[in-house]
């Protein structure tokens, strides 16, 4: 009897290095995205007399917890602070669970027009949000919410790229045996959406979540229509600092870090999730 002789194939798995290159790049990178921050920092830690120095020093001053006590008894600070967490919070929920909702009704599932009503969907990010400022405030007039918090809230409830973004991440991340095996189990279509996709769409839910939260926190053109000065989120707190014939500058930047802390402050915690979530969508096999 004759013996093959057995083959041992190995699988030579080549990583691809960072170079020096790519290192200074993203250095350079991080320092122009760091640097605006930085420079708000340094104007809000300095009086007024210091900015208007030449040569203008890039050190900071001793000023900053001097001018952020300015600022939290000049503007309704804490009260801008709980309407922006309330506001960011409640959209960026409401637009990942509709924003799910839709990209799986889209990615999974068969009716007729789904793929016009889906590239209708993505037609309307190409609309300015501008032109639908003034159909909207006389909708929130008739409804009596000028001035309430839900104005800001339900026009951002749904967001047409978050469709566009569940719904790409979904059919990728869930597979069909899935969906078939919660169906042979007698799962209803809500049923399935809660306990199977859902739970798969997890990391790109976070990603928009977060996303979300930041574009919400940041948003001033329509809070600033719609709100009351004495009911105002963040952005629209900070307009108040500045006076009609002179601007303090040391104030409002100040302002502006104080209001980017808790962005900051979410990055950190959220920072891990954001990658893996990136990993997620990029990774396959």
Do not use: C
Not at 30 to 40: G, Q, V
Not at 94 to 107: I, N, Q, R, Y
């Amino acid at each position: 009897m004759t013996t093959l002789p057995l083959r041992r194939t190995t699988k030579v798995v080549r990583r691809t290095q960072a170079g020096r290159t790519a290192y200074v790049f993203l250095a350079v990178v991080l320092l122009a995205s760091a640097f605006p921050l930085w420079w708000s920092y340094v104007i809000g830690s300095k009086d007024s007399a210091a900015i208007v120095q030449d040569p203008y020093s890039f050190i900071p001053g001793g000023h900053f917890l001097q001018n952020a006590s300015t600022v939290v008894t000049t503007i309704p600070f804490w009260k801008a602070l709980g309407n922006s967490i309330l506001v960011s919070t409640t959209v960026s929920l409401l637009v990942v669970l509709f924003s799910a909702m839709a990209g799986f009704a889209f990615a999974k599932l068969r009716f007729r027009g789904r793929n016009g009503l889906l590239v209708f969907v993505i037609a309307t990010m190409a609309v300015p949000t501008q032109l639908g400022i003034v159909p909207l405030f006389i909708v929130m007039s008739k409804l009596g919410w000028i001035g309430s918090l839900w104005a800001v809230i339900l026009p951002s409830a749904v967001s047409a790229f978050g469709v566009f973004w569940m719904t790409q991440y979904l059919q990728e991340a869930l597979p069909d045996e899935l969906i078939e095996a919660a169906r042979v189990d007698g799962a209803s279509t809500l049923r399935t959406f809660w306990s199977v996709a859902l739970p798969a769409a997890r990391p790109g839910a976070a990603m928009l979540g977060l996303f979300t939260f930041i574009a919400t926190w940041t948003n001033f053109f329509w809070p600033f229509i719609i709100l009351d000065p004495g009911n105002p989120t963040l952005p629209v707190a900070l307009q108040q600092l500045q006076a009609a014939y002179f601007v303090d500058y040391s104030l409002v930047l100040n302002g502006v870090v104080l209001m980017a802390l808790p962005l900051i402050v979410l990055f950190v915690f959220a920072g891990k999730q954001l990658v893996s979530g990136i990993m997620q969508g990029a990774v396959k096999g």
